[in-house]
């Protein structure tokens, strides 16, 4: 592998097809608060982005993967050209497109703004964390902290002269955040002495910013048992002085850094807070014991982010294998396969080939119109605020209920399409001179952090399902109820819409169970069910918005003349969508049935048939 | 974590429950050519394997993954302790366990075999590689050298004096080896002059024998295009003098070795032969072009020993993730969720923990069976032919048929189940400290080397259903057909039996549509098809073997008094079989229907459409 070349691509095509075509940027930008932006705007924003990652973070990718990070002498040291990354990063202003002019950003829509999150992170996974994190801190600190508290952070952290983490995780507390024990001491001024181990902490020590905020999850002493005890603390690296610049080191120290299957490029940071009893914190805000609503608002964007590294890194590894698909020879046409002399032909002339390749094809895209459609939502109801607002909720309805469908499938799978499209390279997607493997192995994370796909699957089933007495479900499964109606005479898409019915049908079943559930004496089956009902409820909203954009592009090419480049493209949304129609929506009723079968064996094997002695 | 520390397991009871008490140990052995053998011996070498592989193999397996192997000067140097590992493994014979005495083995059954292969690699899969494709050549040897070449190479290939390769792919022929494009000039001393590049040679050059015995496929200068041009030649990496000790290097050179996603232990090569024109090779046997049959000797035995690589991992990594959900605790209790201060319980009793353990259980477990079952087989084979040669015809068929499956089932399900303990741990998983993320990555090539899955399904669909005028097939379906009818009624399994019965039925609709295909206008729909059939149809005989055991471990368990230890061991059987009858056979039905379907989507779609620019 030639060290510090690009191996990251993108179709910038199908980026502004699904933000403009299918979810109508131009509806939502040119008003307030997006007045500044359009179409146009946007595809040059979305073509810089593809130049700056092609040029900077790229080349450092599988670099800063074998690199890795160090620690010396407490400090991490980030792989080979992460510090210009950085100071070029926030020079071009990507990670502020959508922060309001106020306060230093472009006000444009999340909607665009995720699709530059999904190159900064497909082009550089490891890296793009950093901002990220940075990002995620700044926000919450944003929306929570007292006016002081912004005016000391929120700026440097957003313009990227400090960084930012969340710590949350505990080596006794991972999912059940609940039993966090870091612990918060109020001293006489007003600040407190936190104590305690977190584990996991991804950008905790870097050397990328003079300074780094951690947000530290911990219980004031005395606070009450579980999430409802944990108050949330900015605890600075350096502690800030008066003049706002960073001072004397605070009692915070990177004891270990883990050494990982993936993301070597991020570290991940073992930090002890107060070990000389002088880690000074302050509180988040004014009040204690609100930390976990706080640390969710940081989570929601999170969960989002981790949704789009699943896409982005499906989506490069389906570019790289179809590149390579394109240019490799390899035996002859399976219509000539007993003729030895036939000619060699392109990988991608092979039906197995052309089978997986059309797989991820459909799944990244159906995976990012989830990830467009809920930023759009964010996006609408940020904009019909207090001039509609029953519109305005039902737009943060749906949000609610995408977020674990975007972390919780796209997390599933990024690790499946990545290992798919290493079998597209045969033996040489397994050796490191192709970058699938760096994917797969990156990708693997997805599903555990910010939140396991279980976790998602109860936040989707025990908590998102029922909220505002079912409304938002309702109004998912009626927009899709909509579009079944609009469509099912089709001629193209018909029979793909009966069977998206069907699955709606079928979900709706499913649904109907776990409510039996939850009001019997059969609760254990809700979480045994939760993880199906996820995946099932997401193959239905990406077979939709796949059929969607099917229609959508069919008009398109109708309107085009022969030979038109476009025509190429919108065909290729025609096959995405009948390809997921015909090959992952019908699994949805096999799957309901399955659920139906309310299979205990998992409650009823005891521990000892487990066996291992 | 801390280097030289073995982290294998595995459940010896389990594979002595497999070996005797479902697939008939004591049947097979104690009659010619097993004599020597009966359940007692199996289970001591069972046990003494297990510590071998316990003190020798397991300790050096993270090490050597992080030390890789180096090429210097031509020559690689291997991690520390295979060397040692390399001769205690000899010195203790495990791998000619089922070679007969007069060639210096133990004349045990395969089907022993097989289970000790499967402890050699899950606890260091790329140590194992070395001496199994020793193994393997020296057999095809056996089989198809001349009594001259016999003499000069196969024992000490067997008693691990040399080692050995198979050298197929070229950079131009992967898959497609009927492109190989090595050559052989016949010389005047009846030896040949091959020259050419081989690449991805596992165990191609290595410091653990004084001599390597490359089994090298190249084409005759004049010999027809495609596979049936090709022979197979001796090329050792030290010619071997008229003694039989090896004297002056051959011309085969190590120009470069890969940089891989795992089994970084095996040394991964490119060879060059007849750089400067001097590489001697002896042809196997005495007829020109017969190398491919004579290759596919060894391709076989290989394709079962991934099988097994897919066995060990999976198993390996159920092991150590019901260990760590034993060990870890984690959360309250699902039923107290809502009380903050319950305590925390281990991972074992989450509902999802449960279910995902019982997945890797049921198909580790299914898939152990299927592999052995194919090996008694074999054995039985053997041990019937010129006694009963329509028995013994029966049991060849089905070893037949039943290679792709376990090639394909076990290498993809390897690297889904790996994965899947991996999420047990969590976060934890993700870093080195734990073994898991190793075995995935390990993992990861089975699907690929030595046929990739779509080679395995077309090998299924294309030859082994129909060979034999379709009789290997029906006799499969019958002996599953025979299972249906005798447990039909079963109180405890009888419906988990119906739904066998129905899966069977969805196969065999697949299995006439590809009929059909075949005869018709629609012969690419076979290929888009066959890795979906090869799924389906290893997923009917996994089920059945489930039952199989579930059936005997019930027979079993009722005989037993009240806290007798086998009584869990039979009781975890039973759910095997329940949990995979209810979450997997199902699918079969729904793959069935979607077969139907005829999607042709994947060759519909132009080149164009998949886009890329």
């Known amino acids: 592998m030639a060290a510090g070349v690009n191996r990251y691509k993108t179709d910038l095509r199908e980026m502004t097809f699904t933000l403009v075509e299918q979810f109508g940027f131009n509806e939502i930008a040119g008003k307030a608060p997006f007045e500044a932006w359009g179409a146009d705007e946007a595809k040059a924003v979305l073509e810089s982005t593809y130049r700056f990652v092609r040029e900077v973070l ?32 926030y020079e071009a202003g990507y990670k502020t497109l959508s922060l309001s002019p106020e306060r230093g950003g472009q006000g444009a829509p999340k909607m665009l703004q995720v699709l530059v999150e999904e190159m900064l992170s497909g082009s550089n996974t490891a890296f793009n964390m950093y901002p990220g994190l940075a ?31 969340m710590c949350l995780t505990e080596a006794q507390a991972g999912s059940d955040v609940g039993a966090v024990k870091t612990s918060a001491r109020k001293a006489a001024d007003g600040t407190y002495r936190i104590q305690g181990t977190k584990v996991f902490i991804s950008a905790g020590e870097h050397d990328l910013t003079e300074n780094i905020v951690h947000l530290v999850l911990a219980r004031v002493d005395g606070a009450p048992a579980g999430t409802r005890g944990l108050s949330l603390f900015i605890v600075p690296k350096l502690r800030v002085g008066a003049d706002g610049k960073p001072g004397a080191p605070n009692d915070v120290a990177c004891s270990s ?65 179809l590149e390579y698909a394109k240019d490799r020879k390899q035996g002859a046409s399976f219509k000539q396969w007993k003729d030895a002399s036939a000619p060699r032909v ?43 607002d029953e519109k305005a909720a039902y737009h943060r309805g749906q949000v609610e209920l995408l977020t674990p469908l975007v972390k919780g499938y796209t997390s599933e799978e990024a690790p499946r399409l990545t290992a798919l499209m290493l079998q597209v390279f ?36 025990g908590r998102k399902l029922g909220q505002g007495g079912g409304a938002h479900l309702q109004q998912f499964m009626s927009d899709i109820g909509g579009f079944v109606d609009a469509h099912r005479g089709d001629a193209t898409f018909g029979k793909a819409v009966e069977t998206l019915a069907g699955a709606q049908e079928a979900l709706l079943q499913s649904a109907m169970a776990f409510m039996g559930w939850s009001q019997g004496e059969k609760v254990h089956l809700i979480p045994l069910a939760a993880n199906r009902f996820l995946t099932m409820m997401s193959q239905l909203a990406v077979g ?18 022969e030979g038109h480049p476009d025509r190429a493209f919108y065909e290729g949304k025609r096959y995405s969508a009948l390809w997921y129609a015909r090959n992952v929506l019908p699994q949805i009723e096999a799957q309901s049935k399955m659920t139906a079968l309310e299979d205990e064996s998992p409650m009823e094997i005891s521990e000892a048939a487990f066996v291992a002695g």
């Open 257 to 321: 850094i883990e050494h990982k299957m993936g993301i070597n490029g991020s570290a991940t940071c073992v930090l002890n807070f107060g070990d000389n009893d002088d880690c000074r914190g302050e509180l988040v805000g004014t009040v204690e014991n609100a930390g976990i609503s706080q640390m969710f608002k940081m989570m929601n964007g999170a969960r989002i982010a981790v949704g789009l590294q699943g896409v982005a890194l499906a989506s490069a590894a389906y570019q790289c294998a």
């Open 426 to 461: 045969g033996g040489a997607g397994y050796v490191k001179d192709h970058p699938v493997e760096q994917y797969c192995r990156d990708a693997k994370i997805f599903s555990i952090y910010e939140g396991t796909t279980h976790i998602q699957a109860m936040d989707l089933v």
């Open 544 to 561: 939709w918005l796949l059929l969607d954009a099917g229609v959508r592009a069919e008009g398109a090419r109708a309107k085009l003349p």
């Open 58 to 89: 790229g080349p450092i990718n599988a670099t800063a993967d074998r690199e890795g990070c160090r620690l010396e002498n407490g400090q991490v040291k980030t792989p080979k050209g992460f510090k210009e990354a950085w100071k070029a990063l």
């Open 135 to 165: 990002s995620g801190a700044a926000e919450l600190l944003d929306h929570c902290a007292t006016p002081e508290q912004k005016k000391t952070y929120v700026e440097r952290m957003l313009n990227g002269t400090w960084a930012g983490t």
């Open 346 to 388: 392109p990988l991608l002339e092979h039906p197995d080939i052309r089978r997986m390749l059309l797989d991820a094809k459909a799944h990244t895209e159906g995976m990012r119109m989830l990830v467009v459609k809920l930023a759009s939502h964010g996006d609408k109801a940020r904009q019909l605020a207090g001039s509609d």
